[in-house]
């Protein structure tokens, strides 16, 4: 089979939802190009500074790959690699380690952050002490908004103009599906637009129209090595029950994950976009509460030191 | 076990995602309040005329049977059962045939109308027609958008205030879910809000908040004689996969198809009512677009009298 788009070379990929076959160059020209796309022009230009969650997974990976050829001959901008800790025994160093290597390759600045020297604990213990309480917390719920909170103050400290994150297009399809169900109107506008906030850093998704499978395949054409091991902790996610809900729907009906994503910024531009921001009464950052999830988290916990 | 409202009898039904566990006969009134609080004093009044899709299948039957309660005794109001035969070949005659049964045994007013002297052709023709065509056409959508438009025909001619709707919880979580998969914003506003037109009656659900379980619970309590077969068009349909996703996740999280539904209606308070509706240019009802979905059908099928 040819490819679709230069008509000469062997395709090596077929995309299901548009049927087009691509070949090896055609598809890595074409990602980029979407991605070029999804960003915009008042993102990629001069004098900005963009910091770029790094996990050492694909994701991260092929995303600060792209944005470092995007951004490198542009004069006065440049990125830099935030990479967050968690404390996952047997799991996160690995990570930690193949971003370091990924970011020394190509050049790239990058910082390191760890739970325990912002909120006193790792992730571990703090999934312990759950567990010795007997609470029964998704490890996922609070990794999320403390990976969150730190990768936000780590934009703050070096001046970014924007914060990257590497979701791509099923983790979106499934973070909307998920509030969908739960039926979180509040949690919905949040997932879609960022707080008008000085203190908050705002975040862009420049993967979030590549499909996971697309994004690997991206990662192994460029030989970008990535860590791939799962979290320990992913299984026991509901996430991964959605995951599987929207991969056997995307199967039989293909175009359905872009379907949930589109549809879902169509319906964002009527819900309302929370236009103050409290301070957390604990911390002082920003939180769309009294308290922030964090410290809300904590206190709970018992380990909110105040 | 003993029931947890009357703290007497003994319970026949658990309900998973409150707890609860109710007797026979308190199962019986909490169905029948939480219709009543569904409807509300705006629409459970004096001087209303309710007309009610009838198909003979438990649900609208079990609709009917406590619509019928509550108007019975209300001076200058009534209800009227309209019955549409689709003419699906060994399948619909039976529904009518339990509708009119249903009506005759309760003394409720009945109307009957078909495709076939509203369009010209039954379902079955219909459906041959398309197949004829090679045109991949799924039998659902085309029913409901046909039957919809001659329910409101049939409405609009006994002046009724409201049409009333079996739609049970699980039909309105099935349609809200095939609309955020779909992505289609505009769709999502129709299911929830009715246009503002004088043409087009009103709809309500009083079901929508009883799952499917329960309204069978209900019609074997209260040995309502309703029609069980399956239309056997339905097993074609995109909305028996998503009623099986949402089958397992309520399983898997009791709850899951009230939090879609409950969630659908606080985001709805968002959506843009049409406020202007034209009016189709062929058949001179009213419809969203220049052309009512029914005529754009049969226009496709060739068959389109103007």
Chains 1, 2 share one sequence.
Do not use: W
Not at 10 to 29: A, D, M, P, T, W
Not at 279 to 295: D, L, Q, R, T
């Amino acid at each position: 089979m040819k490819c679709s788009i230069c008509k000469k070379n062997i395709s090596f990929y077929h995309q299901r939802h548009s049927g087009l076959n691509f070949c090896k160059e055609c598809f890595v020209k074409y990602i980029k190009k979407k991605v070029r796309k999804t960003l915009g022009k008042n993102i990629i230009k001069q004098n900005m500074t963009i910091g770029m969650g790094l996990s050492g997974g694909k994701d991260s990976l092929v995303m600060a790959y792209i944005l470092n050829e995007f951004y490198k001959p542009i004069p006065n901008s440049n990125i830099i690699a935030l990479i967050v800790d968690e404390g996952i025994e047997g799991f996160r160093k690995d990570g930690v380690n193949m971003a370091i290597k990924f970011c020394e390759e190509y050049d790239i600045a990058y910082k390191i952050a760890t739970f325990k020297e912002y909120i006193g604990y790792d992730l571990d213990e703090l999934v312990k002490i759950a567990k010795d309480k007997n609470l029964t917390m998704n490890p996922c719920s609070f990794c999320g908004v403390i990976r969150r909170k730190i990768l936000n103050k780590m934009a703050l400290n070096e001046k970014c103009n924007y914060l990257a994150i590497g979701h791509n297009l099923d983790d979106m399809a499934q973070a909307i599906m998920m509030n969908y169900i739960e039926g979180d109107v509040k949690k919905l506008a949040i997932l879609g637009h960022d707080a008008n906030n000085p203190m908050f850093v705002k975040r862009i998704k420049p993967l979030k129209y590549i499909p996971e499978n697309e994004v690997l395949l991206f990662a192994d054409l460029l030989e970008i090595k990535y860590h791939k091991a799962p979290c320990p902790y992913s299984s026991m996610s509901y996430r991964a029950e959605i995951s599987d809900i929207i991969d056997k729907l995307e199967e039989n009906h293909p175009g359905t994950k872009y379907s949930i994503v589109s549809g879902f910024e169509k319906l964002l531009e009527y819900l309302p976009v929370e236009k103050e921001m409290n301070v957390c009464k604990y911390c002082n950052e920003p939180s769309a509460s009294e308290i922030c999830k964090v410290c809300m988290f904590l206190e709970k916990l018992g380990i909110l030191n105040v």
